[in-house]
């Protein structure tokens, strides 16, 4: 069974350009999970989907960032326009419900320039 | 929502139990604590998790004090590679995970 994916694995970009990440959960889940992760701050809840619909963004840090879930396979975070202070592992997560395990994908590393 | 306490880091000898303690006095009754631990860069990686009983699986055990104010993750038999950062996580009724700092744990040959 292949666990969460997300893509790129890596990202390096300059400031003020947009950003794209993107996941997919595991199949079958219905709750999706997105952190940030830097050495300041830890590991950030900065939204949760619950099927498909935003249940909490109150992690979103400002309106230069926004996810979408469109279908119950995809999810994207977008950053626009990027800062260097967004630098940081994003990383995504599902679960199958409501208190349930949350498994994380591998990240995505974002260097913002 | 509950918080966590753990200590900031913690030794262990390879082929010894590592004991990794945790307090979340302000649980709740329907408060599950959940451990994930992260290594190095990856994303974290569940470990257990348990409610009001001690559980066991083939990672590690789990032992809630019955007040349910603290809990123990239990690695029986340390090896090099569980060489991380262990969280202790209290799990609110709609879900929400709260990364405290963890545990960084090293265990020494």
């Known amino acids: 069974d292949a666990g969460v994916i997300q893509s790129p694995r890596h990202e390096v970009t300059e400031m003020g350009q947009e950003v794209t990440l993107r996941c997919k959960p595991i199949?079958?889940?219905?709750?999706l999970f997105w952190y940030r992760q830097t050495m300041m701050r830890g590991l950030e809840l900065l939204i949760y989907?619950?099927?498909?619909?935003?249940?909490?963004d109150s992690g979103m840090p400002e309106d230069r960032f926004s996810a979408k879930m469109p279908n119950a396979s995809f999810s994207t975070l977008k950053i626009q326009p990027s800062e260097p202070r967004d630098s940081a592992v994003y990383f995504c997560?599902?679960?199958?419900?409501?208190?349930?395990?949350?498994?994380f994908g591998p990240g995505t590393r974002l260097l913002v320039l | 929502d509950a918080k966590t306490t753990q200590p900031p880091s913690m030794d262990c000898a390879e082929g010894r139990a590592a004991n990794l303690p945790c307090n979340h006095s302000?649980?709740?009754?329907?408060?599950?604590v959940y451990w994930y631990r992260q290594i190095h860069s990856q994303g974290p990686q569940y470990i257990i998790h348990?409610?009001?009983n001690n559980e066991t699986n083939e990672m590690a055990s789990l032992i809630i004090t019955e007040d349910r104010k603290s809990s123990t993750l239990i690695l029986p038999h340390a090896t090099l590679r569980d060489t991380a950062v262990y969280y202790c996580?209290?799990?609110?009724?709609?879900?929400?995970?709260?990364f405290g700092a963890g545990t960084q744990v090293v265990v020494t040959p």
């Open positions: 997560a599902s679960s199958s419900g409501q208190q349930e395990t949350q498994y």
């Open positions: 199949s079958g889940h219905n709750s």
């Open positions: 989907f619950n099927n498909n619909v935003p249940i909490d």
């Open positions: 302000t649980i709740s009754g329907n408060e599950y």
């Open positions: 348990g409610l009001k």
């Open positions: 996580i209290v799990v609110n009724s709609w879900g929400k995970f709260q």
